[in-house]
């Protein structure tokens, strides 16, 4: 099998915040920590090794793969729990929400591989924020079914053909990791620039 | 951040924990953490450890070796980014394309420009030296750049435009026992033309690591074609930072005198001119310092340094070979 033929579902939540980044993190191969990110993986670190654990009637597996054929999706879940035979996945993040809802997009997309795993219907998942330690609910609703799909195909499309979509100024762009590689006010301030004499 | 450099003959280059340090005659001369490091130069002969020369490639830290007169051979390049896409672009642009012209003329044009402001600006200070005649072919120049269909012709006009700047050169200088008759390498005979190879040595090690870190391949140049070995895209993009990095600092340590006559040795037979020990650490000192001072990119319109000039000009190169922008700005100082 292989892999670079799949998504990551990390791609999913980088390509809704911004497609522009996820063509220069999953096509260009550019990657550079900020210590938002590196805070990131240690994060995911400290949950990935804490392996498998069980409590009462509720079942824990950290650091999981988790692999859809039909949408060709592969990626690790921090945590699934199962209690009283609901399964779920949760996603564990750095900080508290964002403004932009695209963890409930990545938490759709595990369960989607759930679902496909298991062959069961997975109906909601969590968000567990570390700054506010709260777990946060996320109802896999059909139409965030819908919505992660699209992602997805529009992901598979530029993985395929390597477009390069535009980057586009946006408040996101000052807390994002790539500002200095991607300059996304360069064509502006090209076409307004006056060389001098 | 900064780049280190090291000047000092038979060092031993070593690592404890995330620091390098540096040792002669088992005297300890130098111990930085490896997180401020962004380059090392070695000029001369040293020993760089094992242990040293992979924490350098996986921290993406160039490494290149220079002679103690600053000649280039060669360097330690961490592995490139994987932008496939940038290198494409930059291939496909190869040869006699309206890409590469449209560079080409960028490039010189801003190397031109900023001859022309540097000349200007000095006739404006003094009334003694005349730079008209050079300052109105620079302008003659400038202006047939936009007409001149070839690679070939625009690198004529190029010569021609560094030839009408470097004739007034000695004029710059107003320093007693300083004199510049014209540009010689390979060895540089006298101080000037010394420190300004050295200068260009050390802005090529910078605009080379600029021209890796976007994903350019630097051996794919367009004003410089490509010859075994040789930086050509480096050397491309350093044409417009030579007079504002390097012919400034030079300028700036002559005529301030930090640089006498008297920091200078003359090899026998060779006639090759070089700096003094003590004087080499001077240089590289004002270079660092060059590098890291401020000023308004003019595109961008945001404070930056030399430095990280170097890489939005890299940026901005890829940008138009990539179709995001139209046109590549050089950059042309006020
Ligand atoms: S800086 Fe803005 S446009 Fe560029 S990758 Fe980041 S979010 Fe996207």
Redesign the interface.
């Known amino acids: 099998m292989n892999n670079s033929d799949y998504i990551t579902i990390a791609a999913l939540n980088q390509y809704s915040y911004c497609p522009h980044r996820c063509w220069r993190m999953f096509c260009a191969g550019e990657f550079r920590d900020n210590h938002y990110t590196l805070d990131g993986t240690n994060l995911h670190e400290r949950v990935h090794t804490l392996g498998e654990g069980n409590r009462e009637e509720m079942w824990q597996v950290r650091a999981i793969w988790l692999k859809s054929e039909q949408y060709q999706l592969i990626g690790k879940a921090d945590l699934i729990e199962s209690v009283e035979g609901e399964v779920y996945p949760i996603e564990y993040k750095r900080g508290k929400k964002g403004e932009w809802d695209n963890d409930e997009l990545q938490v759709c997309a595990q369960a989607l591989c759930l679902e496909e795993m298991m062959g069961k219907t997975i109906e909601r998942g969590y968000v567990y924020y570390a700054q506010t330690r709260r777990r946060q609910a996320v109802e896999i609703t059909e139409e965030l079914r819908q919505e992660a799909i699209a992602t997805l195909e529009a992901i598979s499309n530029l993985l395929q053909t390597g477009t390069m979509p535009p980057p586009i100024y946006t408040k996101r762009c000052r807390g994002c990791s790539l500002f200095h590689q991607c300059l996304p006010q360069a064509a502006d301030k090209v076409k307004r620039y006056q060389e001098a004499s | 951040m900064g780049t280190v450099y090291i000047t000092q003959d038979d060092c031993f280059i070593g690592k404890t924990d995330e620091r390098l340090n540096i040792r002669a005659n088992k005297q300890k001369l130098l111990d930085v953490p490896l997180i401020n490091i962004e380059g090392v130069v070695i000029m001369g002969r040293a020993t760089v450890s094992p242990a040293v020369v992979t924490e350098l490639l996986n921290r993406h830290i160039p490494l290149s070796f220079l002679t103690t007169t600053g000649r280039y051979l060669g360097r330690l390049e961490p592995e490139l980014?994987?932008?496939?896409?940038?290198r494409k672009a930059q291939w496909q642009a190869a040869g006699e394309t309206e890409k590469s012209l449209h560079l080409v003329r960028g490039f010189i044009r801003g190397k031109l420009?900023n001859y022309r402001?540097a000349l200007l600006r000095k006739q404006r200070e003094r009334t003694d030296g005349n730079f008209q005649t050079a300052t109105d072919r620079l302008k003659q120049i400038l202006s047939s750049l936009t007409s001149t269909a070839t690679i070939d012709s625009l690198r004529g006009l190029e010569g021609a435009g560094s030839a009408a700047y470097f004739q007034c050169f000695d004029a710059l200088i107003r320093s007693e026992g300083f004199r510049f008759e014209a540009r010689r390498r390979r060895p540089p005979t006298d101080p000037v033309n010394a420190l300004l190879s050295l200068g260009y040595s050390l802005l090529s090690h910078d605009i080379q690591s600029a021209v890796n870190i976007v994903?350019f391949d630097p051996y794919l140049g367009y004003l410089h074609v490509e010859r075994y070995g040789r930086p050509s895209l480096a050397l491309d993009l350093m044409e417009e930072f030579r007079p504002i990095v390097v012919d400034a600092m030079v300028l700036n340590a002559i005529n301030n005198r930090i640089i006498t006559p008297a920091d200078f040795t003359t090899e026998p037979i060779s006639n090759a001119v070089s700096l003094t020990p003590e004087a080499l650490r001077t240089f590289l000192r004002l270079y660092e310092q060059k590098k890291q001072s401020n000023f308004t990119h003019?595109?961008?319109?945001k404070k930056c340094t030399y430095q990280e000039s170097f890489?939005?000009q890299g940026?901005?190169m890829a940008?138009y070979l990539?179709e995001?922008?139209?046109?590549y700005?050089?950059l042309?100082?006020?």
């Open positions: 980014t994987k932008n496939i896409f940038v420009k402001t994903g003019p595109v961008m319109g890489e939005i940026r901005l940008k990539m995001e922008i139209e046109q700005p050089p042309v100082l006020k």
